[in-house]
């Protein structure tokens, strides 16, 4: 496990599994009754996902926060379930993290495809969120540019072919590297062996090739214009300017179609999809100066 010092790991149950979370436990973070305000950190889906993606970030706000960062059902130490996983498995499953560990409305700060899947989870239940910060946050079939029309998508729904790539091609080291080097970093040089370590071992969790799969196919693709309009929950969006497929371009038009939630758009200079990882400590610095903005 890759956790920083001073966090432990916890679960609850979930209608679709065991779902695994860190948080703080004893010294230097933990606080005996704590009632302080949450900030739950959502990990975003790849190859080797899991909240490690948000490790380097999380622990700059355990002394102000309760920090929970949870492995998402079919990813890191969560459960597994064989199955294909569709896009209102994942809405459900944050809202239902959300229930079960947060006692007010909540700051969730989630990446990538996570993020799209929280705004929809927001609209659904806006009583559980009190806003929202999200880094590249697209369903990836939005303003004519589907995911689902790209050569990876279609190659992983030919039978056996998808789990023979996957075990060969994505759940190694040679693999693991590549994707992080070539389409998930802008600077392939801030790719060190943790990152990949970490990624790794989630890639080789038993069954870890289900969500995976499901997220290459496109089954959880969707367009996020088609709901962006119904937030009302304050949003600040991050967007690396060289984040592969979905640009900042895409952001500022979502932040366009509702000014009344989407109060911040930012773009991030020389970073790919996980800005959180290639420069945590902008990233947590940035997260400092959006959240009093959205707060007033």
Known sequence: MFLPPGFGERSIQTKMGRMVYYTAQGEPWEVPNDTRETLVFLHGFGGGSSAYEWSKVYPAFAADYRVFAPDLIGWGRSEHPVRNYQVDDYIKTIIEFI?????GPTTVIASALTAAFTIRAAIERPELFKSLILTTA??????????????????????????LLYSTGVATEFGIRNFLEQRQFADPERVYPEIVKAYLQSAQQPNAEYAALSFVRGDLTFDLSQYVTKLTIPTALIWGRRAEFTGPEIGRRLAEMNPQAIRIFYQFEDVGLTPQLELPAVTIGLIQKFLPQLHQ
């Open 138 to 163: 697209a369903g990836l079939a939005e303003f004519g540019r589907d995911y689902r029309s790209s050569l990876a998508a279609k190659v992983v729904t030919i039978p056996l072919l998808d789990r």
């Open 99 to 103: 229930e079960q560990t947060c006692t």
